[in-house]
């Protein structure tokens, strides 16, 4: 494969990075590298610059059956779950964690180029938080215990025991390439479970990447594998195969109602975290000088590609245009650029091009009802017009009713909206389908811990936003998902009960 040529604002690629690029990228199954069995292959593009990066395989079912197959074998074996000892499979865990740390600098220009955003974002916290996430699950491994359960029949001695569910689907998005495998895949490893990762097709390349990684550190073969394709395709073929038995997804509702409905024949476990228009409050005896730049990176971090974006902003009214005001300023700041490029940007383009037309639209949509932009409203131009850029767009004048204040644009957009009194804005901030997160900023403890309390979200931020941590679990209400990531949750959400009956009389 010929390299693309780069933008000379470029900074060098690392030679590793470069011979990645250029090579023929294979399928991960059942530790061998192979095409796919049809040989058909997609391309990655650079949200940067809309060029391609590379070809990678697109799976299809039939390689989803040999994956299937391949992690089938080795789980049935007990490579992994029984034959190491649960000591051996937290130091293999660990391993891996340290070559993630040790190769930062390549997985970090391969999230960059693939998903647009600024490399140096993805050195210091995509892939130190994916290293710490394997670490946190290595400790798990010696941990994992069942009970003794006092039953009330005269003689009987009951048990349980936590086991693996078997093959674990992980379906992943493109928004945090790297960040978002690592937090399906290291509970499913530290639970015993053999895995085929499904990166998202926007951003296949870090995936391929970790599948080195794992031979490298010396994994059983058939543990974790990994296939490049579409969701219709290798995503649909995963969840409707009858040999796996679990799929963990993050990504859309819509796609999640689609994975509910195909593995329904199979009845196999699903979780899912889906996205949100979580609420973020200012009331007016906040540190507003914390809130405002609290609230312009809750809406714009990651581009606004994020699940939990600070997307619908509830500011008290008597301090709305000041709170506005320094918003629009902190907005200002931010320099929206190439990920790859050298002098680095706070943000990067859009994932892809029809992402860039999703959240164009709503903007559209957003100016078609009323809604006013304070700052921001339009693809950028000039040295950026062949990626994928958004100006970080603050609109007021916005009522809840809206589209644009109601459903996820995942882009750089956010709602101010004004409120009145405690009760209203509560009752606002719940009336949504979703339920990921939610956020209040005040110095009120009263008022902090009542909201804590009666937010309808599975994470609460009071005077901060965005902190997740690998012991602390995450997840959604309602329609955000179900299950729990991270933390002790996530061993359960990967792992089976058994319950074990003894005559012991
Ligand atoms: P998506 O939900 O289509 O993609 C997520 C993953 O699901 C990808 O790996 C994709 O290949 C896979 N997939 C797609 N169709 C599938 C199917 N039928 N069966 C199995 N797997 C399938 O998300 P997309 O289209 O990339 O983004 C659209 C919107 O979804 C975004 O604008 C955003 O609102 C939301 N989203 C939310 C994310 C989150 O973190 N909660 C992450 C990515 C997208
Ligand atoms: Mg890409």
Redesign the pocket.
């Known amino acids: 494969m010929t390299l693309p040529v780069f933008p000379e604002t470029y900074i060098d690629l690392l030679p590793e990075v470069r011979a990645f690029l250029g090579e023929e990228l294979k399928l991960y199954i059942g530790g061998r590298w192979v095409p796919a069995l049809s040989g058909a292959t997609f391309e990655t593009v650079d949200p940067s610059t809309g060029r391609v990066l590379a070809r990678v395989p697109s799976a299809q079912a039939e390689d989803v059956d040999a994956a299937v197959r391949a992690a089938r074998q080795t789980f049935d074996s007990g490579a992994w779950h029984l034959k190491l000892t649960a000591s051996e499979r937290g130091r293999l865990i660990w391993r891996l964690a340290d070559l993630i740390e040790a190769r930062a600098p390549i997985l970090a220009q391969l999230d960059a180029l693939d998903n647009g955003k600024p490399v140096k974002k993805a050195q210091t916290v995509d892939v130190p938080l994916s290293a710490d996430h394997f670490r946190y699950y290595a400790g798990w491994t010696t941990k994992i215990e069942g009970a003794t359960i006092p039953v009330s029949t005269p003689g009987m001695f009951n048990y349980t025991v936590r086991e693996p569910i078997g093959v674990c689907g992980l ?6 390439p790297l960040l ?1 495998a690592a937090w399906k895949i290291a509970p499913a490893l530290a639970a015993g479970n053999c895995i085929i990762l ?5 951003t296949p390349l870090s995936a391929l990447y970790l599948a080195r990684l794992f031979e490298e550190a010396g994994f059983p073969p058939g543990v974790f594998n990994v296939l490049t ?4 395709t ?3 073929a ?2 409707e195969h009858p040999g796996v038995d679990k ?1 963990g ?8 109602r ?2 509910i409905r ?1 593995s329904a024949s199979t009845l196999k476990r699903v979780s899912l ?4 228009k979580s609420p973020n409050i200012i009331f007016a005896d906040a540190d507003l000088e914390q809130a405002v730049v609290g609230a312009t990176w809750a809406s714009f971090g990651n581009n606004g ?3 939990t974006a600070g997307s619908r902003l509830y500011i008290e009214r008597r301090v709305f245009d000041r709170v506005v005001e320094g918003i629009a300023d902190e907005v200002a700041k931010i320099r929206v650029g190439m990920g790859m490029q050298a002098e680095q940007p706070d943000l990067g383009p859009v ?2 091009g ?2 860039l037309n ?2 164009m639209g709503y903007i559209q949509d957003g100016y078609a009802s009323g809604a006013q932009s304070v700052i921001g409203g339009k693809r950028l131009g000039g040295a950026l017009a062949d990626g994928y850029f958004i100006e970080p767009t603050v609109f007021v004048n916005v009522q809840d009713s809206l589209k644009i204040a109601r ?5 750089p957009v956010v709602c101010a909206m004004p409120f009145d009194d405690a009760d209203e804005v509560l009752w606002r901030a719940n009336e949504t389908p979703f339920g ?1 997160a939610a956020g209040l900023w005040t110095r009120d403890l009263a008022t902090a811990h009542r909201f804590a309390a009666k937010l309808r979200a599975g994470t609460i931020w009071i005077n901060t936003w965005g902190d997740t941590d690998a012991a602390s679990p995450f997840g959604g209400y309602k329609q ?2 179900h299950g729990r990531e991270m933390g002790k949750e996530a061993i359960d959400l990967y792992s089976e009960v058994k319950s074990v009956w003894l005559r012991a009389d």
């Open positions: 379906i992943v998005p493109w928004n945090y978002m499904k990166p998202a097709e926007q394709g579409y969701g219709e290798a995503g649909a995963l969840v799929i997804f993050t990504g859309s509702a819509s796609v999640a689609t994975i195909n975290e889906l996205g949100g590609q994020s699940c994932v892809s029809d992402q999703t959240v459903e996820e644009i995942f882009g990921l955000s998902g």
